[in-house]
């Protein structure tokens, strides 16, 4: 499982935008790129490189690393999934997405089961959840139109179950997946397109630094 042990705010500084990766520590006024003195990227430099101008290749990069670090993924599995989307049909950079949004642990998230990526690929890990009935402990399992995602029974009392209803009453899933806060259970009711995932990627950049 990889694990990001590097300060995450950091991260968020240095892509210039927030990449939600300490969960709801982001949408307060704790998080560090609120703050005004820390919004330059982190460095001795960081200063200097808000007024440099960025190459191509380097506006590139660092789409790519944005991605990359959103879903919590080490550099060898990302390229798998650049591979994997220039082998589908249809437009690369919407693949890219679309195959990182059907993740296991990326949907506990948008479901609302969790608060952030992190948390909810180790809840996954933990066995927490089901799939299609079965018990799933691999957060990059790839999941389908039509799949079920439900809390495993012998985790329904759990304190993580408390305060998971109550984020999930406030929280709203995207189109692509539906929620039964009763039954514990979410639905995938078909692949993510474009519109439906709130990611502020450009992605065709990323395409366009794997085929240089």
Same mark, same amino acid.
């Given at each position: 499982?990889?694990? &990001?042990?590097? @300060?995450?705010? +950091?991260?968020?500084?240095?892509?210039?935008?927030? $990449?939600? *990766?300490?969960?709801? #520590?982001?949408?307060?006024?704790?998080?560090?790129?609120?703050?005004?003195?820390?919004?330059?990227?982190?460095?001795?430099?960081?200063?200097?490189?808000?007024?440099?101008?960025?190459?191509?290749?380097?506006?590139?990069?660092?789409?790519?690393?944005?991605?990359?670090?959103?879903?919590?993924?080490?550099?060898?599995?990302?390229?798998?999934? &650049?591979?994997? @989307?220039?082998? +589908?049909?249809?437009?690369?950079?919407?693949?890219? $997405?679309? *195959?990182?949004?059907? #993740?296991?642990?990326?949907?506990?998230?948008?479901?609302?089961?969790?608060?952030?990526?992190?948390?909810?690929?180790?809840?996954?890990?933990?066995?927490?959840?089901?799939?299609?009935?079965?018990?799933?402990?691999?957060?990059?399992?790839?999941?389908?139109?039509?799949?079920?995602?439900?809390?495993?029974?012998?985790?329904?009392?759990?304190?993580?179950?408390?305060?998971?209803?109550?984020?999930?009453?406030?929280?709203?899933?995207?189109?692509?997946?539906?929620?039964?806060?009763?039954?514990?259970?979410?639905?995938?009711?078909?692949?993510?397109?474009?519109?439906?995932?709130?990611?502020?990627?450009?992605?065709?950049?990323?395409?366009?630094?794997?085929?240089?």
């Amino acid at each position: 499982m990889s694990v &990001i042990w590097a @300060a995450k705010c +950091r991260y968020c500084r240095r892509a210039g935008q927030k $990449l939600y *990766l300490k969960g709801e #520590r982001c949408y307060t006024r704790k998080c560090a790129i609120e703050k005004e003195s820390r919004k330059k990227p982190p460095g001795q430099h960081g200063g200097s490189a808000i007024r440099r101008r960025l190459t191509e290749y380097a506006e590139q990069l660092l789409e790519k690393q944005k991605l990359k670090r959103m879903y919590l993924l080490r550099e060898h599995q990302f390229a798998g999934y &650049i591979k994997q @989307a220039q082998r +589908r049909r249809g437009v690369t950079g919407e693949n890219i $997405l679309q *195959l990182l949004e059907m #993740r296991l642990d990326n949907t506990v998230y948008r479901l609302g089961w969790a608060s952030s990526r992190g948390q909810a690929r180790q809840l996954v890990s933990h066995r927490f959840f089901t799939v299609n009935g079965k018990r799933a402990n691999i957060p990059s399992y790839q999941l389908r139109p039509g799949d079920v995602v439900a809390l495993h029974k012998s985790k329904r009392e759990h304190t993580f179950t408390k305060i998971a209803i109550e984020r999930v009453a406030t929280t709203t899933s995207p189109r692509w997946v539906e929620l039964d806060a009763e039954s514990f259970e979410g639905k995938v009711l078909h692949a993510p397109t474009r519109d439906e995932i709130d990611t502020q990627i450009k992605e065709q950049l990323i395409v366009e630094f794997y085929t240089r």
